[in-house]
């Protein structure tokens, strides 16, 4: 094999890892790697879809409704705040973007009724992923670090 050759079989190698790479975390199908308060473009992006799509239940600050513990008589809960108050954080990146997609009633224990609704019909993975890191951007540094460390743990699991 000549130089050319090798070199042609080295780049094709690369291309070919690069795309796997891009595949394996989701990038190129709509779907980023998980929530990143880092990217300052994703939290863009998050923000007037928050506003359209969550705010009128979780509220414009993530406050959630007020007595968000204390059940509905039609059964399920007021909608939990999303800021360091609520529970939104002690879950995985994963579940947080499963309970958005589908729904709480696909996604909660059968024994619990959840009124979330899923908008895997209204918002694609990389807009659902762009509201979740607005979410986490709003987050103290302590909690965001703890909800990293959650993550952590669900991924050795």
């Known amino acids: 094999m000549?130089?050319?050759q090798r070199f042609a079989v080295a780049a094709g190698g690369i291309v070919a890892l690069v795309a796997v790479s891009?595949?394996?975390l989701g990038y190129g199908t709509g779907e980023t790697a998980g929530m990143d308060a880092g990217n300052a473009e994703l939290v863009a992006l998050g923000k007037p879809l928050y506003d359209?799509?969550?705010a009128s239940c979780h509220?414009?600050?993530l406050e959630g409704q007020a007595n968000w513990r204390v059940?509905?008589?039609?059964?399920?809960?007021?909608?939990?705040?999303?800021?360091?108050?609520?529970h939104t954080w002690h879950h995985p990146?994963?579940?947080l973007f499963d309970y958005t997609k589908f729904g709480g009633a696909r996604i909660a224990p059968p024994d619990f009724k959840s009124n979330m609704p899923g908008f895997e019909e209204?918002?694609?993975?990389k807009e659902i992923w762009a509201v979740l890191s607005y979410i986490e951007s709003r987050w103290p540094d302590d909690?965001?670090?703890?909800?990293?460390y959650i993550n952590r743990q669900a991924s050795n699991n």
């Not at 209204?122 to 993975?125: G, H, Q």
């Not at 909690?143 to 990293?148: A, D, E, H």
Request: proline content about 12%.
């Open 22 to 24: 891009f595949l394996y």
């Open 2 to 4: 000549d130089q050319k």
């Open 122 to 125: 209204t918002l694609s993975d």
């Open 59 to 61: 509220g414009l600050n």
């Open 52 to 54: 359209a799509n969550c």
């Open 143 to 148: 909690v965001r670090k703890r909800q990293s």
């Open 71 to 86: 059940p509905l008589p039609a059964g399920g809960l007021p909608a939990p705040p999303h800021d360091e108050t609520g």
């Open 93 to 95: 990146d994963k579940l």
